[in-house]
Structures are given as structure tokens and as C-alpha cells.
């Protein structure tokens, strides 16, 4: 909403101020099409050129998360805990064997299956079960687990950012083709120098136009949304870091409520539950047969 709202307003006081100073819109309007067509095209070209087909594909899920913002939202939050809670109090009340159902096959599990917008996350769930399954295998160690966790988040996260990265680098890039499609049309300008002074300087305007739009597209547009895109990653990159959080301080072992009391702690403060939500939460959760 407040992407939309941005929008609005940058081209509201940009071209608003342009009017009000006397500017007119025409030259703009006349030179805009062709010149966006070089500079959009020379873009979007460089984009395809310098992207995997990763990245490409997953560029539309990170526009659409630049304007819905992080798909984790405080109820999600507290499901996590409350799943990561039934898994641990599990493991210290039945042992790790309790759990290789579980974890072996997620999607018939009684526990996973309470929480169907977290199964909806392969990563959350592949991230979860295999912690689990190298628990089962006696690797107990907390640092050891840590440091195998860490690496899978930073894998994880950098893939994630590789959509805002390439956007951010077509940001950079955006108002260099803005000077390229201005240096066309001075060239098309120097053509017709036969041409009155009034003809020539409506081209030259016309020219700067590319200048113009480079830069407004890069600085205005583009590379906020980079930025927006990449600030979302990084808050959805909290929710794997709290089940980092909870599983290792099980392994320290620690009691489950004082597990996911840690992880509560890294839950961003908009979505944070308090102490007595988290634990409301928890007392409601049917105990497990």
C-alpha cells in the first residue's frame, strides 16, 4: 500500500513541479515512448544477459512481496514456536526415536499437519526435519549443529537476495542507457541542423528526455523497489534464524518452554508475541498422543 502511495507521490511532486514551474508536458509526452523503448529495452536486455534463469523466474515473486511486504505474519510467528515446542517437548519427554515418524514424512505427521501455512514452506520444514534427523543420528553437539544451520540459512538467504541484487544492478545501469538514448537522439538532433533554432531545440528536449528518465526510473523507482525487495528477505530471514535459535538451545538442554522462550526473542518486534500470548498459545495446543 505504501509502495503504491510512494508512486503516486514521486510522480505527483516530480512533474507537478515540472507544470508548476512552467515546463510542458508535451516535449516529455512526445519523446517519452521511444526514448523508454531504448532505455527500458537496453534494460531489460542486460537483465536476461546477466541472470540465470533462477533469478529471472523468481523476479516476480519478489515484486509481488515488495508491495504484500513479508508473507510471515505474527500468527505465523506463533505457530512456529508452537510447532518447535511440540518437537521439542517430544524429544525430551519420548526421545529422538519418538519423532522419526515425524520427520521422515512431514506431510502425514500429526504435529506438522496442525500448522498448513508453515508445511506450505519446503524450506522451513526440510530446514526443521533435518536438523532433527542429525539429532537422531547422534550428532548432539550445539556447535556442531549450529554452525551445519548457519551455513544452510546463509545458502538459503543469499539465494533469496539474488532477484533485489539483479534489480539493484539494473538501477545502476539505468541512467548510463538514460545517456545513451539522450546521445542517439543528439546524434538524430546533429542530422537535421539545416533544421530553425525553434525545430532543434524541441529535438534537443526531446534528447534529454533519455537523460531524464534514466535517471528518474533508477533513483525513483527501481531502486527503491531493489531496496524494498531486499529488506523484506531480510525480515523473512528471521523465521528461519528463530528455529535455529530454539533447536540449539534444546540441544543445550534446555527445557521446550525455555526453548522457544529464546526463539520468541528473534521474532521482529512488530510481530512479536508477548510472554503471555506465546504462552496463552502453548497451553492451548492438544497434547500430543
Known amino acids: 500500500m505504501f509502495q503504491i502511495i510512494g508512486i503516486v507521490v514521486l510522480f505527483a511532486m516530480v512533474f507537478g513541479s515540472f507544470i508548476i514551474s512552467g515546463g510542458k508536458m508535451g516535449v516529455i509526452i512526445e519523446a517519452a515512448p521511444h526514448e523508454l523503448?531504448?532505455?527500458?529495452?537496453?534494460?531489460?536486455?542486460?537483465f536476461l544477459i546477466s541472470n540465470s534463469m533462477a533469478t529471472i523466474k523468481a523476479?516476480?515473486?519478489?515484486?509481488?512481496?515488495?508491495?504484500k511486504g513479508p508473507k510471515w505474519k505474527a500468527q505465523d510467528y506463533r505457530d512456529l514456536l508452537s510447532l518447535l515446542f511440540l518437537l521439542t517437548k517430544t524429544m525430551k519427554s519420548k526421545g529422538v526415536i519418538a519423532l522419526e515418524s515425524h520427520i521422515e514424512k512431514p506431510k502425514e505427521s500429526t504435529i506438522f499437519s496442525r500448522y498448513p501455512k508453515l508445511m506450505s514452506d519446503h524450506f522451513a520444514i526440510d530446514f526443521i526435519c533435518d536438523t532433527l534427523r542429525m539429532m537422531t543420528m547422534n550428532l548432539e553437539d550445539p556447535h556442531q549443529v549450529e554452525d551445519a544451520m548457519e551455513k544452510q540459512l546463509e545458502k538459503h538467504h543469499h539465494e533469496a537476495l539474488g532477484p533485489s541484487h539483479a534489480l539493484s544492478n539494473l538501477a545502476d545501469g539505468l541512467p548510463a542507457l538514460g545517456i545513451v538514448a539522450a546521445v542517439l537522439g543528439v546524434i538524430k538532433t546533429m542530422?537535421?541542423?539545416?533544421?530553425?533554432?525553434?525545430?532543434?531545440?524541441?529535438?534537443i528536449g526531446g534528447a534529454l528526455v533519455g537523460t531524464f528518465l534514466g535517471?528518474?526510473?533508477?533513483?525513483?523507482m527501481v531502486g527503491p523497489m531493489a531496496a524494498r525487495m531486499k529488506d523484506v528477505v531480510d525480515e523473512e530471514s528471521s523465521f528461519y534464524k528463530i528455529i535455529q535459535a530454539v533447536l540449539v538451545a534444546h540441544l543445550h538442554g534446555?527445557?521446550?518452554?525455555i526453548s522457544v522462550e529464546i526463539g520468541r526473542g528473534?521474532?521482529?518486534?512488530?510481530?512479536?508475541?508477548?510472554?503471555?500470548?506465546?504462552?496463552e498459545a502453548l497451553s492451548t495446543i492438544p497434547a500430543e498422543g
Do not use: R
Open 59 to 67: 523476479m516476480g515473486k519478489g515484486f509481488s512481496s515488495a508491495f
Open 37 to 46: 523503448m531504448a532505455i527500458l529495452g537496453a534494460g531489460v536486455a542486460a
Open 215 to 220: 535517471v528518474f526510473l533508477a533513483y525513483g
Open 254 to 257: 534446555n527445557a521446550a518452554q
Open 266 to 279: 528473534g521474532v521482529p518486534s512488530p510481530a512479536q508475541p508477548s510472554f503471555l500470548e506465546l504462552e
Open 191 to 203: 542530422g537535421s541542423i539545416t533544421e530553425p533554432p525553434e525545430v532543434l531545440g524541441t529535438m
